[in-house]
């Protein structure tokens, strides 16, 4: 094409070219690429919109200026732009929120646990994180009404990708029992989908397959990640290893975010702590992963132990909730409001 051509065509586009509405209208995008990035779980035209240049070349295999293009043509189909605050406080009403089983925590969460966000409970062994995921696969399927997210017959699907082997179906049974009034014990086990993940690949494994496999099909309102970071933590070890290890975390994370959003569910991440050794005063201890997953998740929890079966939990830099406190009580039948 000449230069000149080119001037004489930068006119507005002419009425007759094709609407984008789907992925597989960008310009570039042919049928295997297409399903390329349907793969990586890069199915609407939100998700290209926001990509980075860089992940969308490695996925589809094209080059930077095609790939640059394509993202353009996105976000002009989408008509990205500002919106009131008022507009953004009316879809945040839409938001469901799920209840942990006590109320007190409920209250710390600003009513529960948030959907299409990502929610991070860290603490020490035995500080209840297990529980806390536990119970969240069980109240997620209560009915609306009562706090859960289950509309009618339909009960929500549960994704649990357990990396320590600490699932344990006899307390979900325990915990479900409570709830029986208002769910089917034997429906609430059909609907909880439990992946073992033995190394850091099969973990990622796991969420991609929920992405790819799950979410255009089943109701899925919540994925647990217990624990998020230990496989990676076993693998690499050594100085030397520290960068490619949150590389690979970061890339790890990006996917639960993204699975977060496009699912509109809740996900639950459970992270270990490590003591800084030289911090003398106040609480010694701080989340493991650094940086990465502070910025992935939306709200951190901070779990401790604290006497018999009392556990307090904390809320860590979120955006809207203040840095307050709850306790609640680890009970045979599950979470209950600590005393
Ligand atoms: N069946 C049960 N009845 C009462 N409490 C239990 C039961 N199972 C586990 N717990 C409590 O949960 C704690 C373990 O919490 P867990 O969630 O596994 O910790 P972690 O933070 O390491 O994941 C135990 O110390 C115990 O207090
Ligand atoms: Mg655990």
Redesign the pocket.
Known sequence: MTPKKKAETSEPPSKDEPKITSITDLPGIGPTTANKLVEAGFSTLESIATVSVGELAAIGGMGERTVKKIIEAAQAALDIDFETAKSVLERRKDLAKITTGSQKLDMLFGGGIETGAVTE?Y????????????QLCVTVQLPREKGGLRDGDEYPKVMYIDSEG?FRPE?IV?MAERFKEDLDVEKVLENILHGRAHNSDHQMVLVEKTIKDYLPKEPVKLMVV??LIAHFRAEFTGRGTLAARQQKLNQHIHTILRAAEIGNMAVIV?NQVQSKPDQFFGDPTYPVGGNIVAHAAQTRVY?RKSKG?LRIARIVDSPLLPESEAVFS???EGIIDGN
Not at 123 to 134: F, N
Request: net charge neutral; charged share 25%; hydrophobic share 20%.
């Open positions: 409970f603490g020490e062994y035995r500080s209840g994180k297990t529980q806390v995921a536990h600490t307390r325990s217990d624990s459970t779990l079966d680890v009970t045979s």
